[in-house]
């Protein structure tokens, strides 16, 4: 917990065990974070091809978006983490509430340049933005991930986790299909440069990034700040789960910004029935709503429910998709999504409420449907790689509570390292460009296919990269 100090006398009541206060008002208002977070990562999958066709770009190219934004989170966090280790752990003195309020402004500098940069027609200076922006959110992810884990017992740490990614989810679904409406359509006109659409939105994205730095100012939000000294010579390179933690996080990142990134042009390509950007645009929605949908049934399935609820909703919040798809894009729809809903609840319980076998089997799954993504077309190749968003859904949450178990005053040095880990959606993106660029974007999935191996194979041998240290 890094910047919490963990001795008993100092720990939050109901982590020490004396009173049980209610973190339920600190935990909403960071759930409004998490989910304009995600509102807005999600756009760089509609930046992408707007960007391709207003520049002329290759693959290589154009997937430049997500190597300038998840690159910033390489630099921030790795800035971050020589600093505590220099002068001890930064989080620690300000506290995660200023932590994350300097990470909102931050955004809100990197949304405004997109007005020069749109002004201009300068590909470079949006890259520029966009890595600011990386930065600011590099620092809120550095904040944020631990602080929702402190707010309640660390074995309910992956609950919390999955109920915070699944708002951010909320936003990664309402994102494209608002974005791809605007940028498309809204902020299109006949002879205008493409970049220019971009301006309005990002304006307003910087005020609204301004303003919830406003909000969380002078929001009452516990300080969990630790006024005792921390062994800045403690490494966390010693937790062999936590080291592995750290390459599963770049993989399972790097896999998941791959496939969205990618999926809009995957989806006009004429095996896959040749759709216009805006109405593929819609279909990524499916895909990061996908990841919401799960995060919900992994939240209430690591939760200290009893089974016979967990059960009950993990078969609710399913249906509950399903009928919205239903009454929203009809029957052949939803039934297509249907079968790949029931799937989703299988593993659940394949998983059995385990955050590392649940890694394992949605790796696997995910594995499974990338190779059908890449051999097959049409409907069935469509699908399956739309799909892929249910099974990442629990992954980011899983992965990151597991790297930081057991590791007390370490956590904050983790997180660093773990949000450094975020590179993968920087380097694995522009490679998968340079497979479609060589080959053909059908067979580019093969990258996400290995990173996900990657992941499978930590849940597998998580127990064992633990056990020396318990």
Known sequence: MGSADLSPAALPPDLSGSTKPSYRGPFAIMTVL???????????????????????????????????????????????????????????????????????????????????????????????????????????????????????????????????????????????????????????????????????????????????????????????????????????????????????????????????????????????????HEAASSFLAFYWGGLMVGRFMGAFALSEMSAAVKRLLLILVPAAAFVVVLLTSGRATAGHYGIFLVLLVVAFFAGSASPQRMLAVFGTVIIALLGVGTLASGGVAMWSVVAVGLFCSVMWSNIFSLAIDGLGALKSKASSLLVMAILGGAVLPPLQGAVADRWSLQWSFVVPMVAFAYVTAYGLFWKRLRAPQQ
């Open 34 to 276: 998490f989910f304009m977070w995600g509102f807005m990562t999600v756009w760089n999958d509609v930046l992408i091809p707007r960007f391709k066709e207003a520049f002329t770009l290759n693959y290589f190219q154009a997937m430049l978006v997500q190597f300038a934004f998840f690159g910033a989170y390489a630099v921030g966090s790795l800035v971050y983490y020589l600093l505590s280790m220099i002068s001890g752990d930064p989080i620690n003195r300000i506290g995660y509430k200023n932590g994350v309020i300097i990470g909102l402004l931050i955004a809100a500098g990197g949304s405004a340049v997109f007005y020069p940069a749109a002004a201009l027609a300068s590909y470079p200076l949006f890259l520029l933005a966009l890595f600011i922006v990386g930065l600011g959110f590099a620092m809120l992810q550095i904040a944020a991930n631990p602080y929702v884990t402190i707010l309640g017992p660390e074995p309910t740490a992956s609950s919390r986790l999955n109920l915070s990614q699944a708002f951010n989810s909320l936003g990664t679904t309402i994102g494209p299909l608002l974005g791809g409406w605007l940028i498309f359509h809204v902020f299109t006109r006949p002879g205008m440069q493409g970049a220019a659409s971009v301006k309005i939105p990002y304006l307003c994205f910087a005020a609204v990034f301004a303003a919830l730095a406003v909000l969380f100012k002078f929001a009452h939000l516990p300080a969990f700040t630790n006024a005792e000294h921390i062994d800045r010579t403690a490494s966390v390179w010693k937790h062999w789960h936590a080291v592995a933690g750290i390459g599963a996080i770049f993989m399972y990142v790097g896999g998941e910004v791959t496939v969205g990134s990618s999926l809009i042009n995957f989806l006009g390509t004429e095996r896959l029935g040749g759709l216009s």
